[in-house]
């Protein structure tokens, strides 16, 4: 064989190899496009992969992949099996694009969630997407916890439920001292919920005490613990 036919060889050769290593990744990514697809509820045409390496050895075929934990986005390295017997590890970045909620105007802190405040758009998604608000959360009780710029994204970290008591409040303080009681008023010094620990002070004094919030919203403070 001259070296001629060598090359044209070893051309064909390169070729065929180029062209099954395509074929593995198209169905390669087919298969990731619709487990992701499925797992976050987008279309297909919504979900992005990016396949940065994959084993030598790899053939053709429909994959299916083995999480050890729940299926997340960004870049990560999966296992994937025709058989479930043959474990290759593939390494990829995924992204998908969903509806999620944009503050259409400035939103105050300590202001009751209102879904008025809201917009939904179809963003790019590629890490955290246990942070974003998907479902917008309908009860009453919640409240931001920080000034929410116009145009930024809602996070679950952004509200919490309102407590029952806020920094700041007047309130009536039970000084218990045995069977002995005494009721003034004070001032919370953080905020809590019935049944929380706080600290509160009492009016004329800068003295301040730990007290349990009664279901009345009063303090108890226990003098002899």
């Known amino acids: 064989m001259n070296k001629t036919n060598i090359l044209v060889t070893l051309i064909s050769v390169s070729s065929l190899i ?3 290593d395509i074929k ?11 487990m992701f697809s499925q797992n976050f509820d ?4 919504d979900v992005f992969v990016d396949i940065y390496h994959i084993p030598k050895n790899m053939s053709q075929g429909k994959y299916r992949f083995l999480l050890k934990n729940t299926l997340r986005l960004g870049h990560q390295t999966l296992i994937a099996t025709t058989n479930g017997t043959n474990r ?4 990829i970045n995924a992204a998908i694009k969903k509806d999620i909620f944009i503050a259409t105007r400035p939103v105050s802190y300590r202001k009751p969630l209102n879904s008025k405040d809201f917009e939904l758009r179809k963003l790019l998604i590629d890490r955290n997407y246990n942070d974003y608000v998907i479902h917008f959360p309908l009860s009453a009780d919640l409240e931001t916890i920080r000034f929410i710029p116009e145009g930024t994204v809602l996070k679950n970290g952004m509200y919490d439920k309102k407590p029952d008591l806020q920094r700041g409040e007047i309130v009536q303080v039970k000084l218990r001292n045995g069977s002995i009681t005494v009721k003034i008023s004070g001032k919370t010094r953080n905020k809590g919920n019935i049944g929380d620990i706080i600290k509160v002070s009492l009016d004329n004094s800068r003295q301040t005490f730990s007290g349990t919030i009664n279901s009345d919203k009063t303090i108890l403070v226990e003098l002899d613990r």
């Open 18 to 20: 180029c062209a099954s």
């Open 24 to 34: 593995v990744k198209s169905d390669l990514r087919r298969s990731l496009k619709k």
């Open 42 to 45: 987008v279309d297909t045409t």
């Open 88 to 91: 290759l590890p593939v390494t």
